[in-house]
């Protein structure tokens, strides 16, 4: 099971950080994927996180403000947010596989989250 939490309500230029916490699963056997899914758009790449080495893969219109991370120990991975702009609404996932963490397609991915609702307004 994968539970993302963190979302809110922020104001453009602020920074969040949002969680996946990771049940029955643990970030050494699974890749961890963040994508997000804005209103009447397609689900969107973010980047994503290496199950062994923690290597980082990440969009490139995102590059630079997105960072992933995470803890194995408690079994959660981070995607921290900064200078968020009103594009970045959108309901944010994880995604976990066994083989992938830089495929764009949704489909690709075993397991998600129920998403967590980022709102950045002026």
């Known amino acids: 099971q994968l539970v993302e939490s963190g979302g809110g309500l922020v104001q453009a230029g602020d920074s969040v950080r949002l969680s996946c916490a990771a049940s029955?699963?643990?970030?050494?056997?699974?890749?961890i994927t963040w994508f997000r899914q804005a209103p009447g758009k397609e689900r969107e790449y973010v980047g994503g996180?290496?199950?062994?080495?923690?290597?980082?893969y990440y969009a490139d219109s995102l590059k630079g403000r997105f960072t992933i991370s995470k803890d194995n120990a408690k079994n959660i991975v981070y995607l921290q947010m900064n200078n968020l702009t009103l594009e970045d609404t959108a309901v944010y996932y994880c995604?976990?596989?066994?083989?992938?963490?830089?495929?764009?397609?949704?489909?690709?991915?075993?397991?998600w989250g129920q998403g967590t609702q980022v709102t950045v307004s002026t």
């Open positions: 996180i290496s199950r062994s080495l923690g290597n980082t």
């Open positions: 995604a976990a596989s066994q083989t992938y963490f830089t495929n764009y397609r949704p489909g690709a991915y075993d397991y």
């Open positions: 029955g699963r643990t970030l050494t056997t699974y890749h």
